[in-house]
């Protein structure tokens, strides 16, 4: 059905689709590796939000924007 040549090309094509997944792999692994604190959760919002600090008020504002009385429902 496929020709000698094309078989060669289509095996070429598949090698360097393996080689370019372990590279991927080698790289991801790599940057995990060498930046653990990316995959980290952040334990506060203490200098995240601009103008000031985060303060009770602006949490109890933020979740009743957020999340609705169920008498609204």
């Known amino acids: 059905m496929f ?3 094309d ?4 095996l070429k094509r598949i090698d360097t689709l393996g080689r370019e ?6 790289d991801l692994l790599h ?5 653990p604190h ?5 334990p506060s919002l203490f200098g995240s939000v601009r103008g000031g600090d ?5 949490i109890e504002e ?12």
């Open 38 to 42: 990316l995959n980290q959760e952040k």
């Open 21 to 26: 997944l372990e590279r991927l792999r080698r």
């Open 3 to 5: 020709e000698q040549a």
């Open 7 to 10: 078989q060669n090309m289509l």
């Open 62 to 73: 933020a979740k009743e924007a957020l999340f609705r009385p169920l008498e609204d429902i």
């Open 31 to 35: 940057i995990q590796v060498v930046n």
């Open 54 to 58: 985060v303060t009770r008020e602006i």
